[in-house]
């Protein structure tokens, strides 16, 4: 949620700077004319309730001087009509203007670049020279099906499309690769949480995918129930401290949480229909941090040379990039994305996003700490996937590919495997 003081005092800069974000200025200006009318209606009807307050008090003065009152029982009743129908009506304008409140996303930073488009992404960085083959190089999915270690077909007939089996060292690989990520965040100093895999929805809203999960249908809904599965961790690990003040001395709060995400990928039909890169449940191991407002630049270098590390380690080629004004999430005011290179496809693909929300989603969860002075501050949130772990199996299984079908073990995850060093076809099924 934005400030919105800031946007009444400077509104010009914040239409600028959401118009790079595609939100045309007349939704500025009905906002501010939302907020004139209600803060007019407060005075009104805070006038006529001091007013009823006064008569009241005139009305128990003639009573007890024996004295006639009907003139002011009269109007105390005109005057509490009058206030009824200017609180319901600041009700409802208090609910259009939350609505359009609730709709506006974070301010891109000014290193941001801008597009209304997510062509334009600056790269900061490559690592790693992508494998030059002497074959031509197969997709992951066709890899995982030749191994039988993955069954997209079963999982079809049991689930419907955007969902797979692993099996036997396809499912040992994936669990390497999250508990290597697991272990190497919580060195790094990540706390480990195992959060509910379903959340409320205030707590969908403090993280910024409500109310347009709810428009967009991209997630899955409990019937009957105000819960929903989860789409990242990010959102039960950053409302843990939500409707709280967290101590000073604690940040930055720094957690890590493997979990499962359940998207719809609505609007993604026709999009990677085969392998891992889109599905409707996939594990990711998620990072989040709790900074005060001065700290959370670093923090997202620091966030994101994490996860970089992580792939460093798997000696898997990446680049880093800055997405684009309009190809960030609604929340984030800055994002790196890390892709990583798969052969079979010739091209980079995100593995993770590693955002700065500054105070927007604090806002909306209303997390503050204390200041030195004892004045309440937001905190600054951050996020990012370190790493998406279907993913990253896609990019082992494409990456470590040899021409006989076998997948070579990258070096790191072999003690997770118990010592495995190649994947070789599952005869079990």
Known sequence: MLDMKL????????????????????????????DSERRDLIVKSESLKAERNEVSEKISQLKRNKENADDQIQRMREVGKEIKELDEKLEGIKAEQHDIEAHLPNVPADEVPVSLTEEGSK?????????????????????????????????????GSRFVYYLGAGAQLER????????????????????????NSDSMFGTGQFPKFLENKAGFEIKDSDLTMIPTAEVPLVNFYRDEVIPEAKLPVKFTALTPAFRSEAGSAGKDTRGLIRLHQFNKVEMVQFTKPDESWDALEEITHQAE??????????????LTSSDMSFTAAETHDLEVWMPAQNRYREISSCSNTLDFQARRAHIQYRDENGKLQYVHTLNGSGLAVGRTVA???????????TVNVPEVLQPYMHGMKKIVKNEKF
Do not use: C
């Open 7 to 34: 946007i009444r005092s400077n509104p010009d800069w914040y239409k600028g700077k959401l118009a790079e974000r595609n939100v045309p200025g007349e939704v500025i200006d009905n906002l501010l004319r939302k």
């Open 176 to 199: 390497a690769v999250y508990n290597f990520y697991l272990d190497q965040n919580t060195e790094a100093g990540y706390t480990e949480v195992l959060p509910p895999y379903m959340v």
């Open 309 to 322: 590390t992580l792939l460093q380690k798997l000696g898997i080629p990446y680049h880093v990039i800055t």
């Open 123 to 159: 790269e900061l960085r490559r690592i790693g020279e992508p494998r030059k083959f002497d074959f031509t190089p197969k997709p992951h999915w066709e890899i995982g099906e030749n191994l039988d270690i993955l069954d997209f077909k079963r999982s079809a007939k049991v689930s």
């Open 395 to 405: 990019a082992i299984l494409e990456n470590y590919q040899n021409e006989d079908g």
